[in-house]
């Protein structure tokens, strides 16, 4: 099992940047498929972007496709998300998850076996 851990969220004006990581512990981070997701408040909660287990793949929603990045890091169990070019509408909860299925997946809410706990991230206009 492995748990997760979000940090780097908070106010920004749109226009500007964030990133987020997602420390993972528990078990090594390469067993794992991952995944960001989103949830802004009255809304269910959506697919960002996610991640195979090497690196390789990624996806991504297409409003973010050309703003967010996606990224792993085995080695420091961490993966992140780079957020350029925020908007208001970015605004919401942001979950880390994993899975040890494949990417083919990791765009699904159901898809994903473990999750953080969530970060907020508000993009003022």
């Known amino acids: 099992q492995v748990q997760l851990v979000e940090s780097g969220g908070g106010l920004v004006q749109a226009g500007g940047s964030l990133r987020l990581s997602c420390a993972a512990s528990?078990?090594?981070?390469?067993?794992?498929?991952m995944g960001w997701f989103r949830q802004a408040p009255g809304k269910e909660r959506e697919f960002v972007a996610c991640?195979?287990?090497?690196?390789?793949?990624?996806r991504y929603v297409a409003p973010v496709k050309g703003r967010f990045a996606i990224s792993r890091d085995n080695t420091g169990n961490t993966v992140y998300l780079q957020m350029n070019g925020l908007k208001p509408e970015d605004t919401a909860v942001y979950y880390c998850?994993?899975?040890?299925?494949?990417?083919?997946?990791?765009?699904?809410?159901?898809?994903?076996?473990?999750w953080g706990k969530g970060i907020l991230v508000t993009v003022s206009s």
């Open positions: 998850a994993a899975t040890l299925r494949g990417a083919s997946i990791c765009a699904y809410v159901g898809g994903m076996d473990y």
């Open positions: 528990g078990r090594t981070l390469s067993s794992y498929t």
């Open positions: 991640v195979s287990q090497s690196g390789d793949t990624t």
